[in-house]
């Protein structure tokens, strides 16, 4: 029988034998592709969040808090599910929520504004 034990490798260390710099270039490369993808996703629902202001008639039903609420606690839940810090969902998609409710409160003062000059002529 013998007394040695398994070395315990720190956690996020890179595995034995891994040839970094090739390792790192590949997940770098890796990353570029889902980077492409999200964005793609990001641009759709952009576009989809722009239908749905055409809808919209106040400041009110484009800040809606509760559905800010409904859709940050299902995207905890989906980053949960999938593995992934539910805080870093949460925050990435307030700064997105953030952003698209800024560009909602712009298109519906354009439109505003455009509906005042038709109006004064």
């Known amino acids: ?12 260390s ?3 034998g891994a040839a970094g710099p090739a390792r790192i270039a ?7 592709g889902l980077d492409e993808r999200i ?3 990001l641009a ?8 749905l202001t055409t809808y919209k008639t106040d400041e009110a039903t484009v800040r809606s ?3 800010v609420r409904q859709v940050l606690d299902r995207v905890s839940g989906l980053a949960e599910r999938n593995g992934m810090p ?5 925050g990435a998609y307030r700064a997105l929520i953030d952003e698209l409710t800024r560009m909602q409160l712009d298109m519906l003062a354009a439109r505003r504004a455009t509906t005042r ?3 004064e002529r």
């Open 26 to 32: 590949e997940l770098r490369a890796a990353i570029d």
């Open 65 to 67: 808090p509760d559905r």
């Open 39 to 41: 964005i793609a996703l």
């Open 1 to 12: 029988m013998s007394d040695t034990h398994p070395i315990a490798v720190p956690a996020g």
């Open 14 to 16: 890179p595995p034995v």
């Open 44 to 51: 759709e629902r952009t576009r989809v969040v722009r239908e």
């Open 117 to 119: 000059k038709a109006d």
């Open 86 to 90: 539910a805080e870093v969902a949460v």
